[in-house]
């Protein structure tokens, strides 16, 4: 049995997910599981918890961004609000091909915020921001966003 919750299992598990990234191998199949196991580590208050989860998530290849919205079936995972509307086609005519959210995601938790980095960081969450409302994000993506923006709600920016 796998305990998700355990730093040291985390980050056993992520060390070993650089490796096999290494020989393309990936440690479990199913992409979806690893999401679902790790989704709580990504709001969790440990900055290294979410650091080796998110590293863990981004040795798996990258989902590709959603163009047809009729092959989703969103009932029962996402519900839209009256207000939302999604950003126009023309600032988000670059967002083909695949997603690389939790690169991002992986990017801005591993660069340790400073007066120096805070430009890079304001950049990152800029793009998750345009990626997030451009309506394209994969639903587990989008899962793995909202869990982690909890997140970094923890890092302290002093």
């Known amino acids: 049995k796998m305990y998700p919750e355990s730093l040291w299992v985390i980050k ?3 060390s070993l997910c650089r490796v096999l990234f290494n020989c393309d191998m990936r440690i479990h199949d199913d992409v979806s599981a690893v999401f679902e196991v790790l989704l709580p580590n990504l ?12 590293q863990i998530l981004n040795s798996y290849p990258q989902l590709p961004y959603i163009v047809n919205h009729a092959d989703l079936d969103l ?6 609000e009256q207000g939302y509307k999604s950003v126009s086609t023309q600032e988000t005519k670059g967002l083909n091909g695949s997603c690389d959210i939790i690169d991002t995601l992986f990017k801005i938790e591993s660069t340790k915020p400073s007066v120096e980095s805070e430009r890079g960081i304001m950049a990152l969450i800029a793009r998750v921001g345009l990626v997030s409302k451009s309506g394209r994000l994969p639903v587990i993506y989008a899962e793995a966003l909202a869990n982690h923006l909890v997140g970094i709600f923890h890092m302290k920016y002093s």
């Open 75 to 80: 009932s029962d995972d996402l519900d839209e």
């Open 43 to 54: 709001r969790h208050e440990n900055h290294y918890q979410r650091l080796h989860s998110l």
């Open 12 to 14: 056993s598990a992520a």
